[in-house]
């Protein structure tokens, strides 16, 4: 049981290029979130998604998108990387009923760089 | 902002001594979790207390619930190196269920 698994662990990006993060959980869980974690900071959720094919705004979705066309899958897209952007990305999950509800888990994070 | 804050920011203790946590909040909440997060490493939860609980258990740990005052806070009893690491709290911002928020977090130091 892989849980959740983030793809990939580490990149360094230039200034303007995109790249896409890959989320995958293999716990069937309804909803799944992006998050960014900047040094000394808690976790701001940028976007997540209660179900496949929807997806909704966080806290800080700017310069962001997302989509969920698999239920077990939660894609984070860059179109236009800008230095702000660097951080470590971590994705979660949770079952039903939501994620105030029951437990959240999380995968490995992503450390991004954007130079 | 963030829907929770922790208190303090960073605390270092020796081992075996308690450690105490707390967590602020600004909406009404249907529960409010705690993680704990070793460094370089994702968030494990810990505990889930429930909008309608003041007291809750588990193991060292226990955790206290106020919505009057929206706060909580995270009790380590008889701490161990092994128990560095930052801890958060986080709740629903919307109390829909849907959308965890995470605060600041405490980085917790236990010197051996």
């Known amino acids: 049981n892989a849980g959740v698994t983030q793809t990939p662990k580490f990149r360094v990006l230039k200034t303007g290029q995109s790249m896409t993060l890959l989320c995958a959980q293999d716990?069937?869980?309804?909803?799944m979130y992006w998050y960014r974690q900047d040094p000394g900071m808690g976790l701001r959720l940028i976007h997540y998604?209660?179900?496949?094919?929807?997806?909704a705004k966080g806290e800080v979705p700017d310069g962001y998108n997302v989509s969920r066309l698999k239920k077990q899958n939660f894609l984070l897209g860059l179109e236009s990387a800008a230095p702000s952007q660097t951080s470590v990305y971590f994705c979660?999950?949770?079952?039903?009923?939501?994620?105030?509800?029951?437990?959240?888990?999380f995968g490995q994070g992503t450390r991004l760089t954007v130079v | 902002s963030q829907q929770g804050e922790e208190d303090p920011q960073a605390l270092s203790i020796q081992e075996g001594e308690n450690a105490t946590m707390n967590c602020s909040y600004k909406?009404?909440?249907?529960?409010l979790q705690w993680y704990r997060q070793n460094s370089g490493r994702g968030l494990v939860h810990l505990i889930l207390?429930?909008?309608?609980?003041r007291e809750k258990h588990s193991g060292r740990l226990r955790v206290t619930l106020d919505t009057s005052k929206k706060s909580s806070s995270l009790l380590i009893t008889a701490s161990r190196a092994a128990d560095t690491a930052s801890y958060f709290c986080?709740?629903?911002?919307?109390?829909?269920?849907?959308?965890?928020?995470f605060g600041g977090g405490t980085r917790l130091m236990v010197k051996p």
């Open positions: 986080a709740t629903d911002f919307n109390n829909a269920g849907n959308m965890l928020t």
């Open positions: 909406t009404s909440i249907n529960n």
């Open positions: 716990m069937n869980h309804e909803y």
């Open positions: 998604s209660v179900g496949e094919g929807t997806t």
């Open positions: 207390i429930r909008s309608n609980e």
């Open positions: 979660a999950s949770s079952s039903p009923g939501g994620a105030s509800n029951t437990e959240a888990f």
